[in-house]
């Protein structure tokens, strides 16, 4: 095999194997490095699309179980089979994973299993499983390594009784008591699918609100709804420390305010308190620049040593979201090739797969009161529009917020049954710099959840129609 390329990529996850394909379609000579046995990343393989997967599967069978009845679907007998539930995840994990090998072929990709190690600039060594390595020689390096679970000090993640992501989408019984730390998108998901199939959930946050950073006005009605869902919360509490003891897991934790101690026994405790960036020491040895423990990158995504380049999960820039590192693995391909490659960071949709969905683009409330802009607010819920009202789905409510001189749309913020589809259109308007008005004279089909929009639009100049 030739082992000569203009590219080369570590990391097949969403920036990695996105890059390698847009790099291929430049005419480059790619390789991609992958250490996993299949490609995908975090995100297909122990992320997004598992985590989707039960999501979905679970809530079917909550909605057959506790609600059908009433809408006149017989649906007494309902049981749960978690093990073929499991195999229809992996299954889709698979097909997915399958699917980007398949890409990597159709694009003449050389996909190199095993773990890539940068050498120098030029070159890059590839360890297989026997660490038997081979060494490479290419124009551009491309870092994608992506980002592994965090843990706090003094718990030790054992994927047995005290979880990552990765094992709570794995668990083989459902648990009967759940502890949670961490009230970030990642445990919400999670709590919510493991309470939907049995488990009692204990979500334990640090902060006084869950999700962080998320509009104060959508993170109150979630953790309203959440809570009616059945899922316990201890906010402003900081949990010291988690022990196994004979197969029980105990976990303590303290009020933040009042100083008082609680411990709770439970059978699995997820440790959902963030990502960090996944730096090999090859980046220490070759003195690449970090910027709080994660790599350093231009505006052309190329860190402080010329010709190596860093996208996705393991950059300082954006949030770790699948969707961003697949733009910035675009934008450095064609970057590569001369071309105008960019990514807009003021307009990366984020979504949280609960029910209802959470999804938002652009500044919250509070970031704008802290820059000092001035702008105005329009709302409209669920319970007025007419399809969330048939389909049952009347929770939550969309949110503009826009410019209080120039109209412009500055954020977007639902909570709501398709949240997480009807951001797209918003981040749209958003990159094509549309006022509320112009979104307000948009014509929307009707019955559909996104006549929500037009009229939060309208609602932005105090004339909503059916509010
Ligand atoms: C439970 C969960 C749910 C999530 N849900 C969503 C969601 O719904 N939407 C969303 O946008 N994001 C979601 N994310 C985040 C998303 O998975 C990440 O943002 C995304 O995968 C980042 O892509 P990446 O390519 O930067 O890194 P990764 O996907 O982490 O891929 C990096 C790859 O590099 C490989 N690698 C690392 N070092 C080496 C090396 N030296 N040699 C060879 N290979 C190496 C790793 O094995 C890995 O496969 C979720 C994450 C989790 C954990």
């Known amino acids: 095999m030739d082992k000569n390329f203009d590219v ?14 847009r790099s291929a379609q430049l005419g480059f000579k790619t390789a991609c490095i992958e250490s996993r046995g299949t490609l995908g990343g975090t995100c297909l393989n122990v992320g997004c699309i598992p985590s989707k997967s039960l999501l979905n599967l679970s809530e079917n069978y909550h909605k057959a179980q506790n609600e059908f009845n009433n809408l006149g679907i017989e ?28 890409l990597f072929k159709k694009n003449k990709i050389t996909y190199l299993k095993g773990t890539g190690s940068i050498l120098s600039k030029n070159t890059v060594s590839v360890a297989d ?23 706090l000090s003094g718990i030790k993640i054992d994927e047995n009784n005290i979880v990552s992501s990765t094992g709570a989408l794995s668990f083989n019984k459902v648990p009967k008591e759940l502890i949670i730390i961490g009230g970030g998108y990642i445990g919400l998901e999670m709590g919510s699918i493991w309470k939907r199939l049995g488990s009692k959930v204990t979500v334990i946050e640090f902060l ?59 059978d699995k405790v997820l440790v959902a308190v963030g990502r960090k960036s996944n730096i090999g020491s090859d980046i220490v040895k070759l003195g690449i620049k970090l910027e709080k423990e994660k790599i350093k990158v231009n505006n052309k995504f190329e ?11 393991c950059i300082h820039l954006g949030p770790m979201l699948a969707h961003k590192a697949e733009d910035e693995g675009i934008a450095v391909a064609e970057i ?28 919250t409330e509070q ?29 939550g409510f969309v949110k503009i917020i826009a410019d209080e ?49 037009k009229e939060a639009a309208l609602a932005v100049d105090k004339r909503p129609i059916h509010f």
């Open 8 to 21: 080369i990529v570590i990391g097949g996850g969403p920036g990695g194997y996105v890059c390698a394909i």
């Open 75 to 102: 649906s007494s007998g309902v049981k749960l089979n978690l093990s073929k539930m499991m195999n229809n995840k992996n299954k889709s994990v698979l097909t997915l994973t399958k699917g980007v090998e398949y």
């Open 129 to 151: 499983e026997s660490k038997k390595k081979i060494s490479y020689q290419t124009k551009n390096i491309i870092i994608s390594t992506g980002s592994i679970p965090s843990s």
């Open 208 to 266: 006084d609100h869950i999700i962080p950073g998320m509009d104060k006005d959508v993170s109150n009605e979630f953790l309203k709804i959440l809570t009616k869902q059945g899922i316990n919360f201890k906010l402003d509490s900081k949990v010291t420390s988690v022990n196994v003891l004979r197969n029980k897991t105990i976990v303590d934790f303290t009020n933040n305010k009042s100083a008082k101690r609680e411990r709770i026994e439970c």
């Open 303 to 313: 860190t402080n040593i010329k010709g190596i380049y860093a996208i996705g999960d």
């Open 336 to 363: 590569i090739a001369g071309q105008a490659g960019h990514v807009n960071y003021d307009v990366i949709p984020a979504v949280i797969y609960t029910s209802p969905e959470v999804a938002s683009v652009g500044k």
């Open 367 to 395: 970031e704008l009161q802290k820059e000092s802009i001035k702008y105005k607010v329009g709302k409209f819920p669920f319970l007025a529009n007419s399809r969330a009202k048939v389909n049952n789905e009347t929770e």
């Open 405 to 453: 001189k120039t109209d412009k749309v500055l954020g977007v913020h639902i909570i709501g049954s398709h949240a997480g589809t009807m951001i797209a259109e918003m981040a749209l308007a958003m990159e094509f710099g549309a006022s509320s008005e112009d979104i307000a004279r948009t014509c929307h089909a009707h019955p559909t959840h996104t006549e929500a929009v």
